[in-house]
């Protein structure tokens, strides 16, 4: 069965880093664009970053541009999300989703994205 199941968050002072994983299961992963999201207590789902199936597109949220990155090693069939200056307003459940339609395009509507994991808890504590 197709799954996605992310790793890496937990608690972080101001300033901090963390690295998130994504590992897919299925070749078929590495031919989706890929995308990360957040979802903050009594907040909607928000597009954080995007990939292409090839990692030569990526796009930002203007609140994590510059400070957060993400790749992929289709080898591993894994994505990844470095996060870098964190802030208390990152504190989030973060999810990794797979957008089955797209291999180039990256779509920042998340109900757009098929297969979603089951997220990873970050929080930034000041």
């Known amino acids: 069965q197709a799954q996605l199941v992310e790793s890496g968050g937990g608690v972080v002072q101001v300033g901090g880093s963390l690295r998130l994983s994504c590992a897919a299961s299925g070749r078929a992963f590495s031919s989706y664009s890929m995308g990360w999201f957040r979802q903050a207590p009594g907040k909607g789902r928000e597009f954080v970053a995007g990939i292409s199936a090839n990692g030569g597109n990526e796009h930002y949220a203007d609140s994590v541009t510059g400070r957060f990155f993400i790749s992929r090693d289709n080898a591993k069939i894994t994505v990844y999300l470095q996060m870098n200056s964190l802030k208390p307003e990152d504190t989030a459940v973060y999810y990794c989703?797979?957008?089955?339609?797209?291999?180039?395009?990256?779509?920042?509507?998340?109900?757009?994205?098929?297969?979603w994991g089951q997220g990873t808890q970050v929080t930034v504590s000041s």
């Open positions: 989703a797979a957008d089955t339609g797209n291999t180039i395009e990256i779509v920042t509507n998340p109900g757009l994205y098929y297969f």
